[in-house]
């Protein structure tokens, strides 16, 4: 370890690192780094594959089609970005759908079922189902619908408003196409499932709970037509972490054997044994592999068997959700936030199983039903943000750790205590013994801590001990990048927070509301930057979002060089004054804009749709605002209209009272106050509030 020859060396060493620059001329860094050095630091080839990756111009790109996208079809989400800035219709935050992503997937579900089908030599037939749950946006919707139509693709709902919406969207897709009616049901949502089959609509009835058959009887005598009724099987299966809580034999939903079967002779006793047709279950949300896929499947494939053999007129076998997600790109089952198989693997095992139960009962191969959505959907958006600022990490400013010195030792009252140690701390650094330094200086902020509350020192002395640690804490850090000797921490009692200098990003983004499963259960979703990806992120950060709230932070991460181990900080780089800085989380099409909450009445972001076009370039093909302030308050049962016409009468009151100059300032405030009950509930880097990157 090279030793500092002075108070100025070390100065200049400790700001380039918190100034990003680490030593380095920018542009020799750029030429020094490779974008594919990014795709490693992001694990994007693990879970962007086949969709996204970072081109050549150092930006995040999508290939719209997976692995039959050509480089025609690439499209570059800087580009999208600069394409609505030329417009001017839109601001950040946003979301951008990509809608061949979306039939991409939903084709790839398709095709894996279908051909591990002919391979097994299967004779029933694979239908999907998407839970509408999972995003219920119309769009999202009605491309399920509009790409599944050849395929009969169909849809789940649980609840009254979900089963109207379905039924009204189905209206326009095949016949054949199942609509699963589960949830907990009264005689309306029963009633609503009926005259979706008088509708001619496929509708079938999962009872969740044994009570629940009187009202699907009641009602159906009560329309004069017969029911086609599934139930919903409570497995002893189950898989750990937070989305395996809904299986097992506690879990929320489903019935045990024992109630299977009094529905079984209930529904003999009235005659209507053959209106159950459908067995479901579901075995967890984000089944992390295919041992716990074959024994769910298997346990269920023997239950759907006997209630074949028993008499009922079983057609449809329905595996519920479950087909995970690589958010990580570990492709490991040891990780929460990924799985360690493929969709086609994933198909295989499902079809094996049942076929291998119905062979060994000797019954009649069903039709196989998955209710993906976490596996349709997620990859089709990108949420995109900007950090705004970031903070200022201590020895930022322009004092040097030797100036400090100087003031500190020069500080007339100095604590005897703190005297010896700052003279101990300033021949450390004037010899560059940096980890005796460090040691000192953790030790000096903790003792002016301890005499600033006791009153001995001012805030002055206090705020220098905090800045030399700081200082110093940086030296530290480039040193053991660079001599890569972690026994030096160890030596000293030293943590990773002694010398990792993380910097807080602040974003222009409600974590409650784009990203509520990383608060609400620490999801982790890939974040990354949109740009700038051809140089090094020298930086080391968090991000800390709009809301006055402390959870409203994202503090781990998919980066860094253990796959499958989240990071403690986010790789990014310098914020430039003139340039602003993009970022988007991926695979967050899944629950995230249904889940998001008010708070601190930030609204639901922008939404842009964007398609492929002949000869390698892309359309904006829709815009859907996010909501204003007005929407927002109205969703609170607030009356905008009203709030506006009372703060009319204070202007007014306040004019007659002198507080403005003349009309004219009373009448701008007014324009102003009208203006931001129609803004975005987000920050708009425009200074005369006009909406735009």
Known sequence: MAPLTSADGHEALACDIVNGSSGVNPETQKQGWAVDKSTTLYHVGGWGAPYFFIN?????????????????????????????????????????????????????????FQSAIFRKGYRGKFQGVFPVKCNPDRYVVEDIIRFGGDVAFGLEAGSKPELLMAMTYMCKGSADALLICNGYKDAEYVQLALIAR???????????????????????????????????GKLSTKHSGHWGETSGDKGKFGLSATEILSIVRSLKNVGMLNALRLLHFHIGSQIPSLSIVDEGVT???????????????????????????????????????????????????VVRAVDNACALKKVKSPTICCESGRGLVSHHSVLVFDAFSVSKLPCGKEHSAGEDMKVLLQYQGLPHDLMVLSEELARFLKIGNVEGALACAKQLKVECTDSFKLGLISLEVRAI????????????????????????????????????????????????????DSWAIGQIFPIVPIHRLDEEPVMRGILSDLTCDSDGKISSFVAGDVLGKPSSFLPLHKLEADRPYFLGM??????????????????????????????GSFQISRHLSGQSVSNVLYAMQH?????????HSRILDSLQEGRFGDISEAMLALHMLQRSFSSYTYLSHDHDCHSGF
Not at 65 to 92: P, R, W, Y
């Open 56 to 112: 050549r111009a150092g930006n995040m790109a999508v290939r719209p089609h997976g692995f039959n996208s050509t480089f025609a079809d690439e499209i570059d989400i800087m580009e999208v970005l600069e394409k609505l800035q030329e417009a001017g219709e839109i601001g950040l935050p946003l979301i951008i759908r990509f809608p061949e992503i979306l039939k991409d997937r939903l084709d790839d579900l398709q095709t894996a």
């Open 198 to 232: 008088q509708l001619g609509m496929n509708a079938i009835i999962v009872l969740e709970q044994e009570e629940e058959l009187q009202i699907v009887l009641k009602m159906s005598q009560y329309l004069r037509m017969q029911p086609v009724i599934g139930v919903r």
């Open 639 to 647: 009356d905008p209209l009203s709030m506006l016409t009372d703060l």
């Open 586 to 615: 991926f695979l967050g099409g899944a629950y995230q804009e249904v889940l998001g909450s008010m708070h601190n009445l930030f609204g639901a972001t922008h939404v842009v749709h964007v398609v492929g076009k002949s000869g």
């Open 465 to 516: 001990a905090d800045q030399l640690y700081a200082s110093v804490s940086s030296l530290m850090s480039e040193e053991l990048k660079k001599a890569s000797l972690p026994s030096l921490t160890k030596k000293f009692g030293l943590g990773i927070s002694d010398v990792d200098q993380i910097a807080t990003y602040h974003i222009n983004l409600s974590i409650f509301k784009s990203v509520p």
């Open 299 to 349: 346990e269920a494939a023997h239950i759907y068997c006997e209630l074949s053999k028993i008499g009922a007129s079983m057609r449809y076998f329905d595996i519920g959700g479950g087909l995970g997600i690589d958010y990580d790109g570990s492709n490991s089952s040891a990780s929460a936030m990924s799985v360690c198989y493929t969709v086609e693997e994933y198909a295989e095992q």
